[in-house]
């Protein structure tokens, strides 16, 4: 038998406390000296970028809507370092100064202008150029933001998967579109999608403002600002409308708050202001009878709808009255469905907050109106081995785990490390990579005989394309199966690289996602994705 070194003793037991020591870090940790400034001050990480994910990503700060929250952090080896999360827009407050006495520059608007001001922070030096945004006014050229901005929230994500920056997922989302009538006009609460569909014709005339008319009701689309992941997303499933054909389609929804810059993203009182403005202006013209005769639609995140109904985020839901802000009598504001799926949101929207809705899951889950949402990383710090601890565990970045896959014919032997599969199509990119088994299966190490957690047993060497080795992942040494598994027992093999710097394995509780921090996220309606923290998705600069 071989003998376990006092280092793979030490590995195993640092790993350990590493593990189970997390929820206790603030409790032990004793770094700093006596009336040090608040960490926040100059040790947060700042994100910028998408307003669908700002309300959820102020409260795993610690605060949103008035509500405090359990702030996500990273691990004790990396300072427990938190974040703080500027939203996409504060009236009266174009300028961002993220850190003390450090310089400010114009807020980045939507999960675009997110990753370009984060591209912009981490690009090699001789490619910056600094970062402005032309629709507000806090700076008159672009300003140096290196240092100044470690993330960006994306509620939008892409299909590459090299690059400069990691999209890590946290959560699901589901979009349809809001929809406005006036009184007395009978809402269309569905809409189809798809080539040739209402939705397509609504956001692809290049001739002039497009409508529909579904029963005796007059139709036309809304576009989301520039810059937003939500607008970017929505775009490519209604036909993917040119710039001009977007701008043509959507001209008539120009008035009040939007322009032709569109309308703010999840915004129901700006959809209500800019239609109420259309409405009057067919009443003037003869066109229609007072209040109108006319429905307008924008898409919609669902979560970010429901934590406004929820009242988890600052509501722009416009209700009867006396809520804030106001529905005029006989109106209808609410979310509507496409094709054959459900409302995103399962319950009643409530006359005025109180009463909760839920996401739907059918929809959440559905091919083409499910989503996810992102914190967009630069890759040198999270891949690197030289890279960012703190974002690292903040974000529990944990691999490609999107490209997990499922062996239903794998079988282990007792009193054997080695496990077999017809169908494994092993190859040595699977060495250092993890197991679990379905119905569950125990190890024993074969160097000193204790058993490892199930999580941590590991391909240690692959034999041939059906035949792997097996060994702890805390000692690198060979595992034995104390038991004889079936042929159908599922062993589920997740195909990801280790992250360097993290201690193995990884678990940070108090991260993204973790636990509570998902519950959290399940408050500002969005739902739990098995790939949270993966690393497969990135991009170059931009």
Request: glycine share 12%; hydrophobic share 40%; net charge neutral.
């Amino acid at each position: 038998m071989t003998t376990l070194t006092l280092k793979a003793k030490l590995a195993r037991a640092a790993a350990v406390a590493t593990v189970v020591g997390i929820g206790a870090g603030a409790v032990l940790a004793t770094s700093g000296t006596a009336g040090a400034d608040p960490k926040q001050l100059d040790q947060a990480l700042v994100g910028v970028g998408s307003d669908t994910t700002q309300d959820v990503m102020n409260a795993l700060a610690g605060e949103a809507n008035g509500t405090p929250y359990g702030a996500i952090r990273s691990d004790l080896g990396s300072g427990n370092r938190q974040i703080i999360s500027f939203d996409a827009t504060r009236a009266g407050a174009e300028c961002v100064t993220p850190r003390g006495g450090s310089a400010s520059f114009d807020r980045p608007n939507g999960s675009s202008f997110g990753r370009d001001a984060l591209s912009q922070a981490f690009k090699p030096v001789a490619t910056r150029i600094g970062w402005d945004a032309a629709a507000v006014t806090c700076t008159t050229s672009p300003k140096a933001v290196n240092g100044l901005i470690d993330f960006a929230r994306s509620s939008s994500g892409v299909t590459t998967t090299t690059g400069d920056l990691v999209y890590v997922p946290f959560a699901a989302d589901g979009l349809s579109f809001g929809l406005w009538a006036p009184s007395g006009v009978a809402p269309v609460t569905t809409l189809t999608s798809g080539s040739g569909s209402q939705l397509t014709g609504l956001h692809t005339n290049t001739v002039s403002s497009a409508s529909i008319t579904v029963g005796s009701t007059r139709v036309i689309a809304c576009r989301i600002q520039a810059g937003s992941g939500t607008g970017a997303t929505w775009n490519t499933k209604i036909g993917s409308p040119t710039p001009l054909a977007l701008e043509t389609s959507t001209a008539e929804c120009t008035p009040g708050t939007g322009g032709l810059n569109g309308l703010q993203e999840n915004d129901g009182l700006a959809l209500q202001t800019s239609c109420q403005a259309v409405n009057a202006a067919r009443v003037a013209a003869s066109l229609a009878t007072a209040p109108g005769d006319t429905q307008c639609i924008i898409g919609y995140s669902a979560a970010n709808f429901i934590a406004q109904a929820n009242g988890a985020a600052a509501s722009q839901i416009p209700r009867p009255s006396p809520a804030v802000p106001t529905l005029p009598a006989g109106a209808t504001f609410d979310m509507g469905s496409i094709d054959a799926l459900p409302t995103p949101y399962d319950g009643v929207l409530a006359t005025t907050p109180g009463v909760k809705i839920s996401p739907n899951a059918t929809v959440y889950n559905n091919a083409t109106w499910g989503r996810r949402v992102f914190n967009i990383l630069p890759l040198s710090t999270v891949l690197a081995a030289n890279g960012n601890l703190a974002q690292k565990t903040l974000f529990a970045v944990n691999g490609d785990l999107t490209t997990a896959r499922t062996l239903v014919d794998g079988a282990v032997t007792s009193g054997s490390p080695t496990l077999t599969s017809a169908t494994g199509a092993f190859t040595g990119a699977d060495v250092g990579r993890r197991l679990s088994f379905l119905p569950a299966q125990s190890f024993v190490d074969a160097a000193d005989g204790v058993t490892p957690a199930s999580n941590v047993i590991l391909i240690g060497t692959v034999t041939n394309t059906t035949t792997v080795q097996l060994i702890d992942g805390f000692t690198k040494q060979p595992v034995n199966a104390t038991a004889t598994a079936s042929a159908v027992s599922t062993g589920v093999i997740n195909i990801r690289p280790v992250v360097p710097g993290l201690p193995f394995p990884y678990t940070n509780v108090n991260g993204i996602c973790g636990s509570v921090p998902q519950t959290t996220v399940n408050t500002f309606g969005f739902l739990s994705i098995p790939e949270c923290g993966s690393t497969l998705l990135r991009r170059t600069f931009t």
